[in-house]
C-alpha cells in the first residue's frame, strides 16, 4: 500500500516533444506528490509538487495532472529539450508515517534527442 | 536561504575498512533529516530517517548505522565496509511534517568499496 508504480522506466522524445511520466498508487493517505528531476552524479532536486485537492498545476514547461479518483498522477513536459534529459522520480508523502517519509517511484530515465 | 552540504564527494575504501558520511543543514532548524542510497541506475532506497537530535529510525536491516549528534548533522557509519555498500548516497532534509513542507537533498557522496 504504500508503493508508487512509475512507468515508463525509459521513454526518448524528440526536441519539442511532449514527455508523459505517469505514476499510480493505493494509499488514499498520501496528501502531497512532488516531482524530483535529477541529472548524473547529482543528487535529486524538487522540480514541482501537487496536493491532492488540484487537478493541475503548471511550473513553467512542466504540468502535474492530477487525478485523485483513479488515484494516479502525471509530469508533463512542455516543448521538451535536450537539457531535460535526466532521470524523473514521482513521489508520495503520508503524514500517518513517522518522519513523514516520501515513498519514491523506481524513476523513469528521459533522453530528448535533438 | 538552506543549504545541505555533504561530503566527501567521492570516496573509495576497500571491504572491511569503516565509513563515516557527514550531512549538515544550514539555514533552518529542527529538520527531519534522510539518509538515502542509490545504486547504479536505480532508485532511491531511505536507509535512516531522524527527526531530532539522537532519535534515529532505520528503514533496512544492514551494516550501516546512523547518528545525528547535533540539530543540523546526520553521520552514516559503517565498521566494516561490504562490497555490497557501494553506491551513491543522499542525505535529505525536510522542515516539519505539514502538507506541502518540500524535501530538498544533497549533492551526494560516490561511494566505492573495492
Known amino acids: 500500500q504504500q508503493q508508487v508504480k512509475q512507468s515508463p522506466q525509459s521513454l526518448i522524445v524528440q526536441k519539442g516533444g511532449i514527455p508523459i511520466i505517469n505514476c499510480a498508487y493505493e494509499?488514499?493517505?498520501?496528501?502531497?506528490f512532488p516531482w524530483y528531476q535529477q541529472f548524473p552524479g547529482k543528487g535529486p532536486a524538487l522540480l514541482i509538487a501537487?496536493?491532492?485537492?488540484?487537478s493541475e498545476k503548471k511550473e513553467g514547461r512542466f504540468t502535474i495532472s492530477f487525478n485523485k479518483s483513479a488515484k494516479q498522477f502525471s509530469l508533463h513536459i512542455m516543448d521538451s529539450q535536450p537539457g531535460d534529459s535526466a532521470t524523473y522520480f514521482c513521489?508520495?508523502?503520508?503524514?500517518?508515517?513517522?518522519?513523514?517519509?516520501?515513498?519514491f517511484g523506481e524513476g523513469t530515465q528521459l533522453t530528448v534527442n535533438p | 536561504s538552506q543549504t545541505i552540504h555533504q561530503w566527501p564527494a567521492t570516496l573509495v575504501q576497500p571491504v572491511g575498512s569503516p565509513l563515516s558520511l557527514e550531512c549538515t543543514v544550514e539555514?533552518?532548524?529542527?529538520?527531519?533529516l534522510y539518509w538515502y542510497r542509490q545504486a547504479a541506475g536505480r532508485g532511491l532506497q531511505l536507509l535512516f530517517y531522524?527527526?531530532?537530535?539522537?532519535?534515529i529510525s532505520s528503514e533496512v536491516p544492514q551494516n550501516l548505522s546512523a547518528s545525528r549528534p547535533q540539530d543540523r548533522q546526520f553521520i552514516l557509519s559503517s565498521k566494516k565496509l561490504l562490497l555490497s555498500d557501494s553506491g551513491f548516497y543522499l542525505c535529505?532534509?525536510?522542515?516539519?511534517?505539514?502538507?506541502?513542507?518540500?524535501?530538498?537533498f544533497g549533492p551526494g557522496t560516490r561511494l566505492t568499496v573495492t
Open positions: 535529505a532534509w525536510r522542515v516539519g511534517i505539514a502538507i506541502g513542507n518540500e524535501q530538498y
Open positions: 494509499n488514499t493517505a498520501f496528501d502531497y
Open positions: 501537487i496536493r491532492p485537492d488540484v
Open positions: 513521489a508520495a508523502s503520508n503524514p500517518e508515517t513517522s518522519g513523514s517519509r516520501l515513498t
Open positions: 539555514g533552518t532548524s529542527n529538520p527531519n
Open positions: 531522524s527527526v531530532g537530535i539522537g532519535q
